[in-house]
């Protein structure tokens, strides 16, 4: 099922409470027909400085989405370096900061090394979820 058939299912009472990420949560949060609970990612928001963080209540938790770019594998490295360059002086600008944060997001540049390391962490964090709750790819 997707986000919509949750907010439905929320209104309806068939659920009292889901997971949604921020950008699809927003519209519901500043409209008032949605109330958040927790944020599942280990700070606050700037934006919704009020709420508290799951990590605030429970220590360690976090369930954090993070948004890049991705090349192929035979992409030169020094292309490679270059996008990462040209990406972490856009998120830097005062324009792009304040637009992922109007999208309740959090501005993290990192260099090529460290999205590796993160997404190799995330990668081997997830995949550890997965095999212990038996979750089949569909």
Do not use: C
């Not at 949604?20 to 027909?33: E, F, K, P, R």
């Not at 989405?65 to 270059?82: C, D, H, M, N, T």
């Not at 460290?114 to 995949?127: L, N, S, V």
């Amino acid at each position: 099922r997707n986000v919509g058939h949750a907010v439905t299912d929320l209104r309806s009472g068939q659920v009292q409470f889901f997971f949604i990420d921020m950008v699809a949560a927003d519209a519901h949060l500043q409209s008032g027909t949605m109330r958040a609970l927790a944020l599942t990612m280990p700070r606050r928001l700037t934006r919704y400085p009020d709420l508290p963080a799951m990590a605030e209540l429970y220590a360690g938790f976090d369930m954090t989405g993070y948004l890049g770019f991705a090349v192929r594998k035979s992409v030169p490295e020094a292309i490679q370096i270059e996008i990462n360059r040209r990406t972490v002086a856009a998120v830097a600008t005062p324009e792009v900061t304040e637009r992922l944060r109007a999208m309740s997001m959090e501005p993290a540049a990192m260099n090529l090394d460290e999205a590796r390391t993160y997404d190799q962490a995330e990668r081997a964090k997830w995949g550890r979820t997965i095999r212990l709750a038996e979750i089949e790819p569909e």
